[in-house]
Nanobody
Framework: QVQFVESGGGLVQSGGSLRLSCAAS????????MGWFRQAPGKQRELVAT???????GYGDSVKGRFTISRDNAKNTVYLQMNSLKPEDTAVYYC???????????WGQGTQVTVSS
C-alpha cells in the first residue's frame, strides 16, 4: 500500500513562510488528486489545497493567495508553499491522494505547523 511521509513543518512567526513536502512510496492512479489537509486541535480535518494529475489546483478560502501547491511527478512528491502564515494556520498538516472525499491511503503522521503571534 502506498504511504505518504510529510515533512517541513516547524515553528514560525506570524507572517513567515514554510515549505512542506510529501513523499509517496509508490505510484497513484491518475484519477486521484493529491491534497494537503490540516487538522487543528478540536477541529475536523479539512482540505487546504489540491492538485490534479494534470496540474489543476484548488484552494480553501482561508489560504487562497497565501499557499501554493505543486508536484514533481518524477519524484512522487507534492509540495505546499505557505506564505504570510497566521496563527490560525497552526495545525498538523497531512497529505493524501483523494477522489472527492474518498482518501486513497491511510493517513501518515503528518507534520506540525505552529505559527506564533
Amino acid at each position: 500500500q502506498v504511504q505518504f511521509v510529510e515533512s517541513g513543518g516547524g515553528l514560525v512567526q506570524s507572517g513567515g513562510s514554510l515549505r512542506l513536502s510529501c513523499a509517496a512510496s509508490g505510484s497513484i492512479p491518475s484519477i486521484y488528486a493529491m491534497g494537503w489537509f490540516r487538522q487543528a486541535p478540536g477541529k475536523q480535518r479539512e482540505l487546504v489545497a489540491t492538485i490534479t494529475s494534470g496540474g489543476g489546483t484548488g484552494y480553501g478560502d482561508s489560504v487562497k493567495g497565501r499557499f501554493t501547491i505543486s508536484r514533481d511527478n518524477a519524484k512522487n512528491t507534492v509540495y505546499l508553499q505557505m506564505n504570510s502564515l497566521k496563527p490560525e494556520d497552526t495545525a498538523v498538516y497531512y497529505c493524501n491522494a483523494h477522489y472527492g472525499s474518498v482518501s486513497f491511503a491511510s493517513w501518515g503522521q503528518g507534520t506540525q505547523v505552529t505559527v506564533s503571534s
